[in-house]
């Protein structure tokens, strides 16, 4: 059985979301305001009475699902295939500074197009993949009357759902990035057995996107 309804959280604000640096798999803190903003997310989330809280473990993630533990009093349970793409040696560059040195590959990504972050890091097509996996795998453990929380990250988030609802590759980029601390609420449909999206981007609008999607 499937739960009821599943949200997928991106983390609160960190200091290299302010500097526009990528983040990949660097495990970059919340900042203040980025605290602030889990914090009034999670109040908005537990109202949402949830069941079960998931969370990537890298810290910005873990400690976005930790404000909303606090309120509920549910344990979070951590799993690796939640963390956003993996830039390797591009973490910690900037936009402009990934521009400068590799024009071809920021361009392929500007365009959509498939590349490889950094020298061995993951492709969009692949982080959506594992994702989508652990959406699978999650939503399968629990109830009906379940929701399950996901702290996770703006780019996995995005493409991951995409992949996990079947949407073709070619129309992920009709679907925004996530701002801090916003999430996208998705339910089972009884009448085909698939999942929709109920909200998508919920939870603060209108605040910038600052993130590894770079979407424009």
């Known amino acids: 059985m499937t739960v009821g309804r599943l949200i997928v959280w991106r983390h609160g604000r ?25 914090r009034a997310a999670a109040a908005r989330l537990a109202a949402l009475a949830p069941t079960r809280l998931f969370s990537s473990d890298l810290q910005r993630a873990a400690a976005t699902a930790g404000e909303l533990a606090v309120l509920t009093g549910l344990p979070i349970e951590y799993d690796k295939a939640l963390r956003e793409i993996d830039v390797d040696d591009w973490a910690g560059l900037t936009q402009a500074e990934l521009a400068a040195r590799n024009p071809e590959a920021a361009a392929r990504i500007k365009a959509g197009e ?33 929701t399950t929380v996901i702290a996770t990250h703006g780019l996995a988030a995005r493409v ?57």
Request: with cysteine; net charge negative; glycine share 8%.
């Open 14 to 38: 960190t200091a290299w979301n302010l500097q526009d640096k990528i983040q990949g798999q660097a495990d970059i803190p919340l900042d203040e305001v980025g605290i602030g903003q889990a």
């Open 114 to 146: 498939s590349q490889r972050r950094g020298t061995a890091g993951e492709t969009v097509e692949e982080v959506a993949a594992r994702f989508a996996e652990a959406l699978t795998r999650i939503c399968v453990q629990g109830e009906a009357s379940d």
């Open 160 to 216: 991951g759902i995409c992949r996990f609802l079947s949407i073709p590759d070619p129309h992920w980029p009709a679907f925004g990035g996530l701002s801090n601390c916003n999430w996208v609420s998705l339910l089972p449909s009884t009448r085909t057995n698939r999942w929709r999206i109920e909200e998508w981007n919920a939870g603060s609008l209108p605040e910038p996107v600052m993130s590894d999607d770079p979407q424009r």
